[in-house]
């Protein structure tokens, strides 16, 4: 081969076949320059600039700069636990780290997942959180530096699979010493940090591996920690309120005091802080408030996963608390909470609480209404005569509010609103009227004192039948509910269903004492009447024509939401269940017709109505009651 010619050689004096072959270099190269550009696919540069460790399981191109410019890129591949050393000690020496902390984050993580090294996910939560929160303030990274949001979730990430237990269902929160490529860490986790409300938690679900079903939508709120779904122990009694036994939503934060100055010495302190998503959405770190990663759907999937309200709800429609063995409950979602109104929740026939999750998903990351609003629901046996039912609801309603106004003398109390599907919307309606003896007259000629009844019938009676709206209540919401009846409720099949309903023995030996001792004095045959809920909602029962025409107690305003199957007329239309003439109802301060079957509770219409009913309400009870966020 020639040797190259001299810089100063004449080009006339150059051989032509070297001029030959730089002529067919060129041509076979294209005559492209060392340097340039080319036009690509949109999404081809964007995987080139976007891309992480998280997202494609490849270092970002941060991370490749930072090895290229330390030339250690070959050196990774070919030792990267040695690799991850040197970076390491520099990192320690340098005045800017924070390039190199994210790059070790990255890099970390992508070992400890290949290698199966735990304590490298550890590392790797170190480093993000050095990058994120550096010691001196002029070092803050700029907000909008997409490595800010990676190396959160390299923070949560990692921390969740740094202390996840051998079978990844709960992580392992507690204090003790772990061992790290470079030192040691020792967590401080005080046993008062797992209490809430005067309960433990316990058995902690990282709901970042969790899928969730059932459910329509998923939100989270993107932030620093670990978003867990915690079990509830109650530690004593609790008072006024019946609290859900499901999983709390919570996230867990390790904070690194002094993280760079530690490193140096090779040992690591780290302190667990748990955060309730009810109470707290942002934490303070180094002066600033920083948002906590939170996840409310995946905990209320989870608890109602593991509920029994599922099974109840064809047990308690037939056989009632004599199967079931729960008594009817007034359950809040949450401990009670001052100034925030109570929205009780009521299901309809043959359902349970679980058909509002979508609902109250939905409702409950929604800051300007879970700041005003606290979430109870009803459970009862849909078997049982709506009358004793209605009964029960404004019993434990009374029960409850009175405990809790003489501990809290909360005026949030004072202004409930009160939502009831199907059936339960004819219980919701049955807290607020006044029915003096309309009721009574339904049954008997005789005035209700000179009746001869055993101390427990004439209680049961009083209780069932002289109805006196609750004064704490003041706005309805009814949804697909059967005022003037549902015709399904009187068809053959209905009939011969409800004729397996189990009443409650109190009420079967309340109505043979009527018999035995009133026979002449009641309108009808008791010994043929039909007295479950289902012969209660025929249209043309005596239930439905004496309630129909009660208006609501003075100061209470009622809310329509009436479902419609099909593209035809409203006011022809029904929902599968209801007709929408039964639907209707006068003297409602607003009526939303949503185009949908009998079970609307999860239709986005719906809940969009609803939350416009509550923020209507929140507007109106900082007016009347000084109830102001």
């Not at 189990?502 to 009133?518: H, Q, Y």
């Not at 012969?535 to 208006?551: K, R």
Request: proline share 7%.
């Amino acid at each position: 081969m020639s040797k190259p010619q001299k810089p100063n050689m004449p080009i006339s004096k150059t051989p032509w076949f070297w001029l030959g072959g730089l002529l067919v270099v060129a041509v076979l190269a294209g005559c492209q320059t060392p340097v340039g550009v080319s036009r690509v696919d949109p999404e081809t540069v964007r995987h080139q600039l976007t891309r992480n460790v998280l997202s494609t399981g490849e270092t970002s191109p941060f991370t490749d700069i930072v090895l290229h410019v330390l030339d250690l890129t070959e050196s990774y591949f070919d030792d990267p636990r040695g690799t991850l050393k040197k970076l390491h000690d520099i990192l320690l020496t340098i005045d800017r780290p924070a390039p190199v902390a994210f790059a070790l984050a990255e890099l970390s993580f992508l070992y400890a997942k290949k290698a199966n090294q735990p304590s490298y996910y550890l590392t790797t939560a170190l480093y993000a959180y050095l990058y994120l929160f550096p010691q001196r303030s002029g070092m803050l990274p700029d907000p909008f530096d997409p490595r800010v949001r990676t190396a959160a979730d390299l923070y949560n990430r990692s921390l969740t699979s740094g202390f996840i237990a051998t079978d990844r269902t709960t992580m392992n929160l507690q204090s003790g010493t772990y061992n790290l490529p470079f030192g040691t860490l020792q967590v401080e986790l005080p046993d008062n940090l797992l209490q809430y409300e005067n309960r433990k938690l316990t058995n902690f679900i990282p709901v970042a591996e969790l899928e969730i079903r059932g459910l329509k939508n998923r939100y989270r709120q993107a932030g620093i920690g670990v978003p867990l779904a915690a079990d509830q122990i109650p530690l004593g009694p609790e008072e006024g309120l019946q609290i859900a036994k499901g999983k709390l939503p919570v996230t867990a934060f390790m904070r690194f005091p002094n993280l760079l100055e530690h490193m140096r010495k090779g040992f690591i302190q780290g302190d667990w802080e748990m955060y309730n998503a009810y109470d707290h959405k942002t934490i303070n770190i180094q002066g600033r408030d920083v948002p906590l990663e939170i996840e409310f759907t995946s905990s209320l999937a989870a608890s109602l996963a593991e509920s029994p309200v599922w099974q109840r709800e064809l047990k308690g429609f037939f056989m009632g608390e004599s199967l079931t063995g729960f008594p009817s409950q007034l359950i809040a979602l949450e401990p009670y909470r001052s100034g925030r109104v109570p929205v009780v929740f009521v299901h309809g026939t043959a359902s349970s609480p679980g058909r509002w999750a979508d609902m109250i998903n939905d409702l409950i990351v929604d800051p300007s209404i879970r700041n005003r609003f606290q979430f109870w629901v009803f459970i009862y046996d849909t078997g049982n005569p709506i009358l004793y039912s209605a009964a029960l609801l404004r019993e434990t309603l009374q029960k409850t509010v009175d405990q809790l106004e003489r501990k809290y003398q909360d005026p949030a109390l004072k202004a409930m609103v009160i939502i009831g599907h199907s059936q339960g919307g004819l219980l919701t309606k049955l807290t607020a009227i006044d029915t003096e003896n309309k009721f009574w007259e339904v049954v008997s000629n005789k005035p209700f004192e000179d009746m001869n009844l055993s101390p427990q019938t004439r209680d049961l009676l009083q209780r069932s039948l002289f109805i006196t709206s609750l004064p704490f209540v003041s706005r309805l919401v009814f949804i697909a509910t059967p005022h003037h009846g549902s015709y399904v409720a009187g068809s053959w099949i209905a009939h011969q269903l409800a004729k397996y309903v189990k009443l409650p023995g109190r009420l079967v030996s309340g109505i043979t004492d009527m018999i035995t001792l009133n026979l002449d004095a009641l309108k009808f045959d008791f010994q043929k009447a039909r007295l479950g809920s289902i012969f209660g909602m025929e249209p043309g029962s005596p239930l439905m024509s004496a309630l129909v025409p009660l208006p609501l107690a003075s100061g209470v305003s009622g809310h329509s939401i009436i479902a419609v199957k099909g593209d035809g007329p409203v006011e022809e239309g029904n929902d599968g269940v209801v007709a929408y003439q039964s639907a209707h109802l006068e003297g409602m301060e607003s009526e939303f017709v949503v185009r949908s079957e009998h079970s609307c509770q999860s239709n986005t219409h719906t809940i969009q109505e609803v939350r416009r009913i509550l923020l209507l309400h929140a507007k109106e009870t900082c007016k009347t009651h000084g109830v102001c966020a």
